[in-house]
């Protein structure tokens, strides 16, 4: 009894152990994505005392659309704001943005700029390449006012849950750092937390193909028939994937390399487990019905095993 307390202690500060790992490897990845992820960084600034610096975000990802959503905001620096700190411009600047479309932005002096809400275009990614589909998009800036070209500077935010952005900026080859014109080339890939998930569904939907595989086996090696609570939790499983499938992050479409790595499998595992085990249980409810009727003949009164032996006095 010592002996077996013990071993049951001993497991018991194993799971202990091993759910505070488990804890702490996902707190770990948890920090570490926020520390890399959804970061300000500052990837242009201009030498020149007055310049205006852009606050850039990007959200809302489509990629069946091949655009996203950049969340501009102009800030005011040096001679253009109306003092330290503020957001307020003293005199008219026009912003360019060249992404989709061309779209002009106009400050006005002694007012705040409104955040603006830009079309940038997706290239260089297939959608169908889901969990690991990458894409590319770039976009440029410019700003001037009534005496010229205005420096431009960037700064950029990853404001998308689903997408992780690796931004660069570039001047033109014939522009130099104090020009008003800065482009921005960003590749997006998907972010750390989505592709989990995603090897997690693979996962489980094999684990959950095979788990009704191995049940479909037991029931039609032990000549078990119709055993309704077992049939119920195979059909069940099969329409639960497609549930799963429909909760991908990002809405994958039908046809992604996820379907063909793991949930056209499963389906097709489980379909055709659970159609063998009903072909299979229903040959052995026949049989037995069969050997029952037979049982039953015999057992009825003047039935073959009653009557008596022929030739008798």
């Known amino acids: 009894m010592n002996a077996l307390a013990r071993l049951r202690g001993h497991r018991f500060v194993l799971a202990v152990v091993l759910l505070a790992l488990a804890c702490g490897t996902g707190i770990t990845l948890y920090l570490d994505e926020r520390e890399t992820r959804q970061q300000i960084r500052a990837l242009a600034v201009p030498s020149a005392p007055d310049w205006v610096e852009l606050n850039v975000a990007s959200q809302d990802f489509d990629p069946g659309g091949a655009q996203l959503t950049l969340f501009v905001v102009a800030v005011p620096h040096g001679g253009l704001a109306q003092g330290p700190g503020s957001s307020a411009f003293t005199r008219q600047v026009e912003i360019t943005v060249g992404a989709i479309t061309r779209t002009v932005l106009r400050t006005a002096p002694g007012e705040v700029t409104a955040p603006q809400l830009v079309q940038a275009g997706l290239y260089g990614g297939t959608e169908t390449d889901y ?13 001037s006012d009534a005496t010229g070209a205005v420096p431009v500077g960037l700064v950029f935010g990853d404001a998308d849950p689903f997408f992780a952005v690796h931004p660069t900026a570039e001047h033109p080859a014939a522009d130099g750092p104090t020009t008003g014109t800065v482009v921005l080339n960003a590749r997006a890939t998907r972010a750390r937390s989505t592709l989990i998930l995603a090897w997690f569904m693979i996962a489980a939907m094999w684990a959950l193909a095979l788990a009704v595989m191995g049940g479909a086996e037991v029931l039609y090696r ?6 309704w609570p077992a049939l119920g939790w195979m059909a069940a499983t099969m329409f639960a994937l497609i ?7 990002g809405g994958p479409p039908i046809g992604s390399l996820i379907d063909y790595v793991a949930f056209f499998w499963a389906e097709a595992i489980i379909a055709t487990s659970l159609t063998a085990a009903v072909i299979t249980g229903t040959r052995v409810e026949r049989r ?19 009557q008596g032996e022929p030739g008798g006095p």
């Open 288 to 306: 037995k019905r069969g050997a029952e009727a037979a049982r039953a003949a015999r057992a009825e009164p003047g039935g073959p095993g009653e």
């Open 222 to 227: 032990g000549r078990l028939g119709m055993v």
């Open 243 to 249: 549930g799963m499938r429909n909760a991908a992050p």
């Open 131 to 143: 969990p690991f589909d990458r894409y590319r998009f770039t976009v440029g800036f410019s700003a």
